[in-house]
């Protein structure tokens, strides 16, 4: 028992150290794009995308198929190795082997590979523009954290220091130099700065219940995040930022705007497939066919039961004639032998038959179908462009927006700074004020919750900014980090 309490101790330890472990930005994203639903669904798509671009590349090859069949056959009916109607019953069986190759067809098979194999490649750019995507929500997400965390924070330091103030009033009062309102007052800030503090944490936990949802983790799974100096947090200089060079690295780098650029060159190669199939087509095919058959029948004795005349007669000589007879039989009842059909090996050889040919196909008149698709596929080139081109005026217009919401955010920033400065300031010379009894509790309350508006609303903004400056680094291609 000795020696066993010890290794369980030490077990339990690396358990709760391992529940305890804190999940950083990078960990929480790659484990949402490894486990998230939207991902596995796109890159299903871009799966059967793949298929369907292989087994364009296999038609090119002839094609090579075997059939056989086999039958019984009763009474009356064509013998299939001499094409004589008999009456018997027999077992036949034929076997084939047909092959076809398309020879020209004014390239739409090729157009057709080339547009399958663009239209997967777009698949592939569209699962990683989801990935983008979802990076870029567990980073607000996370953010969302972090911003809980700190008001939690604040509202707990708001606590600490509104004990203070009441330990120092109740003090006072009890030594009769101030009325017992101000103790009175300052409890019920207490009160309110002890909700302030539960709605934080409420909310800080709610978020996190959120990027659970986000990484597929079950609700009730032990999960924390790690939370970094949000001084260390590294910031682009907005100046590297301008929103045209931004915009020019976006469009060679977001894979939503490859994604456009696959799907019109794919729409072209379509387009091209699809003319292709109003004009003729060439294709050679062959064979090789053989047939068998299986049958037994009785040959009988035959007995002699007269003679009858047959129409004909002999020239005796001196006008003299004599009729000619012939023998009439039946068919007795002994089997004198059978008559069989050769062996199989000998029919595969006799019946065996080879053909070989070229065929064209002219569409005449296929009620505009050929004409109908071509000029379908002119105009889903021409949405897709229509696609391209107004994605393309949206990011530009988003990455201007983020860059001015980043410059407000920054200008906002720097003012919730001084806001704090000055409050701070103002709180400290009313805090002054209060110990000489020159200021009555409820304006010492009122600064110091001028105080604490102030700090939550920089803290707002100070994450404002870096969100803001952090989405301008995620269009110009760098992804999100912390």
Request: charged fraction near 20%.
């Amino acid at each position: 028992m000795k020696r066993v309490l010890p290794g369980f101790l030490l077990l339990l330890s690396v358990q709760l150290c391992q529940a305890q472990e804190k999940w950083d930005l990078i960990r929480c994203v790659d484990h949402a794009l490894k486990n998230n639903i939207s991902v596995r669904q796109t890159d299903l798509q871009s799966r059967f995308s793949a298929l369907t671009y292989q087994q364009s590349k296999a038609a090119q090859l002839p094609t090579l198929n075997f059939s056989s069949s086999g039958s019984y056959r009763f009474g009356r009916s064509e013998n299939p190795t001499t094409g004589v109607l008999e009456d018997n019953n027999f077992f036949s069986a034929g076997f084939q082997l047909q092959s076809q190759v398309n020879i020209f067809n004014w390239f739409s098979q090729k157009r057709t590979i080339e547009a399958n194999q663009l239209s997967w490649e777009a698949d592939r750019e569209q699962v990683n523009k989801i990935k983008n995507d979802i990076a870029l929500n567990v980073a607000v997400a996370y953010l969302q954290i972090l911003l809980a965390r700190e008001q939690a924070k604040l509202a707990d330091v708001q606590v600490q220091q509104t004990i203070s103030q009441l330990d120092n009033t109740r003090k006072r009062v009890d030594a009769g130099t101030l009325p017992e309102l101000n103790a009175a007052e300052l409890e019920a800030q207490l009160a309110r700065d002890s909700s302030s503090l539960v709605t934080a944490q409420a909310s800080a936990q709610q978020f996190i219940l959120q990027m659970k949802a986000l990484l597929n983790l079950d609700a009730g799974a032990d999960f924390d995040v790690f939370v970094p100096l949000v001084d260390v947090i590294p910031i682009e200089s907005l100046a590297d930022l301008q929103p045209e060079a931004v915009y020019t690295l976006a469009m060679s780098s977001l894979p939503q705007q490859k994604v456009n650029s696959l799907r019109i060159q794919s729409a072209q190669k379509s387009m091209a497939a699809a003319k292709a199939g109003m004009y003729p087509s060439i294709s050679a095919f062959g064979g090789l066919g053989t047939n068998v058959i299986s049958f037994k029948r009785a040959i009988y004795s035959q007995v002699l039961t007269g003679y009858a005349n047959s129409g004909a007669r002999v020239d005796a000589g001196g006008g003299t004639y004599y009729p000619v007879e012939v023998p009439q039989y039946t068919v007795g009842t002994d089997v004198l032998g059978y008559l069989k059909a050769g062996s199989f090996s000998n029919q595969f050889s006799k019946n065996f038959a080879q053909s070989i040919g070229i065929g064209l196909s002219v569409p005449i008149m296929n009620g505009k179908s050929a004409r109908t698709a071509w000029e379908r596929s002119k105009l889903s080139l021409q949405s897709l462009e229509l696609d391209k081109e107004q994605a393309d005026m949206q990011l530009k217009q988003d990455i201007y927006q983020a860059y001015n919401d980043a410059t407000a955010a920054m200008q906002q920033y720097n003012a919730d700074v001084k806001s704090v400065q000055t409050a701070e300031k103002a709180f400290d010379y009313a805090q002054k004020r209060y110990d000489l009894n020159l200021l009555s509790s409820y304006e010492l309350i009122n600064s110091q919750g001028n105080v604490q508006r102030a700090k939550i609303q920089a803290l707002y903004s100070r994450y404002d900014y870096i969100f803001k400056m952090k989405l301008l680094e995620f269009y110009k291609g760098q992804g999100i980090k912390l």
